[in-house]
């Protein structure tokens, strides 16, 4: 905190009212504060303190979305996910600034390429499907053992060194035919659960300490308006305008990362 200027302050807190908004809005977006967290901070330490304001984030996505919520499809998950939280720990454990810097930039371009794939995939194979009303239960997941253990361990592995599950928990729920309602409660309560659980091994590396959880406690404040600035606006983004600044700003931070 004694080290952060105005403009570097200024820069996390819009990242972090941006988290709230991707949370009951557009997951998509928190690419861009991931981004901004890594380049402002030490980028090993910037998971840390990244991590309690997602966690914010989070139960506010439950709160909203907790309905509709596809458990079957979280339980199929959860095992390859677990494998790859701890592969990334194993990997955190000897990595230093530099390797956690470049590992973030590589893994947001790698993220923005599978989006921009995923899309174009969609925008072939898809047919208009009415949404769910409120409460209904989602459409029963197509996907077999192998792609949901793929997808979970990949998506362990990234939320553990750099905070991006999200593209990779997106492709799968897109992929088996999710739509907006149950998208959003199944990644809540997601997230909410697998972020949790990489508490114990934030701290155990010494990525949440006291100073960096003083400096969560100012910015957690600026997330609860971002997340209702979301569930005002998720009715009413223009998607594709949206998804195409993320993509673009997602790609600079990247190879701002790899390149600093």
Aim: with cysteine; aromatic share 8%.
């Amino acid at each position: 905190m004694d080290t952060l200027t105005l403009w570097p302050l200024a820069a996390l807190a819009a990242a972090s009212l941006l988290v709230g908004f991707s949370k009951t809005a557009v997951s998509g977006a928190n690419t861009i504060s991931l981004a901004v967290f890594a380049a402002v901070l030490p980028a090993r330490e910037s998971t840390g303190v990244l991590l309690p304001i997602l966690i914010a984030g989070d139960i506010l996505a439950v709160l909203v979305y907790r309905r509709h919520a596809h458990w079957p499809t979280l339980l199929r998950l959860f095992p390859a996910v677990a494998a790859g939280v701890v592969a990334g720990a194993a990997f955190m454990m000897w990595a230093d600034d530099d390797a956690v810097r470049t590992s973030i930039g590589a893994i947001l371009l790698f993220m923005s390429g599978i989006t921009l794939w995923r899309r174009r995939a969609t925008a072939r194979a898809a047919k208009p499907e009415p949404e769910p009303t409120a409460g209904a239960a989602p459409s029963p997941p197509r996907a077999g053992r192998l792609k949901a253990r793929s997808y979970g361990a990949l998506g362990g592995f990234t939320t553990m060194v750099a905070n991006a599950g999200g593209p990779v928990l997106s492709l799968y729920l897109l992929s088996t035919g999710f739509r907006k309602l149950s998208f959003l409660g199944t990644s809540a309560w997601f997230f909410l659960i697998v972020n949790v659980s990489k508490v114990p091994f934030s701290v155990g590396l010494g990525l949440i300490d006291g100073p960096s959880l003083l400096l969560d406690a100012a910015l957690v404040l600026f997330v609860l308006p971002g997340a209702y600035l979301g569930r005002a606006c998720v009715g009413r983004i223009n998607q594709k305008v949206f998804d195409r600044i993320v993509i673009g700003a997602t790609v600079l931070g990247g190879l701002q990362l790899l390149l600093r």
